[in-house]
């Protein structure tokens, strides 16, 4: 095809171009419908799949994972959720970086990239959930007992809010933010800082120490106040785990 | 008038728009493309015969994201009058296309679409859309460049929002800017308009 080449390169200007202009945005209902619908689709092929594989999530020939290789997701369902978000994190990183270089409050200044993890951390906390969700995450903690690990605290993730699996059944217990901690995980391990990232509910636990786990807090485990209120409890967690070879990096470099 | 109806439903629209809470479009779009994506190596991994690269499963993936926009339209249509009370009956098809092009795209995706090449008997129309937010930093690969309609997802959600207004309708793309065309333009046909079927009542109690 002769113009298969000229084509192509108008095709990929095209495609971005539209990184220089400004953000656009769309309602929250159509990105809603949309994940609710990813969703079922997902369950079906789920259900599927489960005639062809007997075993189920441990044995899925997906379940690479950078860090350590527990499956630490209730379900599978969770784990093509997890396995959807992170290209999507890693393609992210690339499109803040090179939009908001320079700009005013935005994910870097002058083109540079972050590379400590720290910063890293502040920037996902506050900017990429600002740019993703219109607001910043609710909190960044890390945790006392493992100095890899590492929480942001989001009281109401987008993909929660409509998406309902049922309380009785065996998928009640999915956490459909699963999708936004690979996200992050795809955003972290693209900016060389392998982690392993989880979604937890909070107050989905029974009762701990029963402190209340607000930002300045510093606790292991996820605190539950007692008797929470049925159906209240979409605050979600994500437990960020680094790997051995970057933490020590960090260190030395500090 | 004319010009009068047209900007009253595009204001419509932008201010149910400005209200609503939002998401980033490249979320959106990124998402999408994860799940296209997804779906063209899955499918392609089911089925024995070929690998997923050759193409050979876009018509099912464009079967499965019509079925998708239709499950999603069938909602959708119940939020579009939760959003927009004061919209009324239309008339014709000529403001069903207009609510549709210039409101429901609008209000959901935050761009319009044009209404054009109504056919003489006023029983089809073409919806242009300039930018598809779906289809940001897309590009297809040769072998699925003229088999699969990567927003085929938009066909389904008309469709569905239709037939759940008893519009009976067939929505398909016919042009794509991801496959080289100057824009991307969807025809809807109204097959038939399907009239409400009352069941009968036990008379006898």
Known sequence: ??????????LADFAFERTL??????????????????????????????YHAHSGALTDPML?????????????????????????????????????????????SSGKRETKLVSMLHLI???????????????????????????ILDRSPITNKFANLGKNSQLG??????????????????????????AHLYGDEEAGAGGDAQATAEGEGAETPA???????????????????????????? | MASKGQSLHAKAGENIFAKNPKVSAELLALTYGAFVHRLIKDDGATTSSASAGSGENAEEVNAILDKMGYNIGCRMVDEFFAKAPQQ??????????????????????????????????????????????????????AAYANKLWYSNLLCGVIRGALEMLNMKVACYFRKDILR??????????????????YEEDDDEK
């Open chain 1, 125 to 151: 906390n506050g900017s990429v959930f600002k740019a993703l969700f219109g607001r910043p995450a609710d909190g960044l903690e890390q945790s006392i007992e493992d100095e890899d690990e590492y929480r």
């Open chain 2, 180 to 197: 080289g065309h100057d824009c991307t333009e969807m025809r809807v046909e109204l097959k038939e308009i399907i009239k409400d079927k």
């Open chain 1, 227 to 254: 008797g929470a209120g049925a159906g209240a409890t979409s605050t979600t967690i994500y437990v960020i785990k680094f790997a051995k070879e970057v933490a020590v990096r960090e260190r030395a470099g500090q």
């Open chain 1, 21 to 50: 202009k400004p953000r656009q945005e769309v309602s929250l209902s159509s990105f809603s419908f949309l994940f609710s619908e990813i969703v079922q689709q997902l369950m079906k092929s789920e259900k599927a799949a489960s």
């Open chain 2, 88 to 141: 009324g009956l239309c008339r014709d098809l000529n403001d069903t296309a207009k609510v549709i092009g210039e409101q429901a795209f609008k209000m959901f995706l935050g761009v319009t679409a044009e209404v054009s090449s109504f056919d003489s008997e006023n029983k089809a129309f073409s919806l242009i859309l300039r930018e598809n937010p779906l289809a940001d930093f897309v590009i297809l690969p």
């Open chain 1, 64 to 108: 690479q994972s950078a860090g350590s290789g527990t499956c630490h997701l209730n379900n599978d369902l969770e784990h093509q959720l997890y396995q959807l978000g992170i290209p999507i994190g890693e393609k992210l990183l690339e499109l803040l970086f090179y939009r908001e270089k320079g700009g005013q409050g935005g994910a870097c």
């Open chain 1, 1 to 10: 095809m002769k113009k298969g080449s000229a084509m192509n390169a108008t």
């Open chain 1, 173 to 198: 217990q999915t956490n459909c933010a699963a999708f936004i901690a690979g996200l992050i995980e795809g955003m972290l391990c693209s900016a060389k800082l392998y982690a392993k990232v989880t």
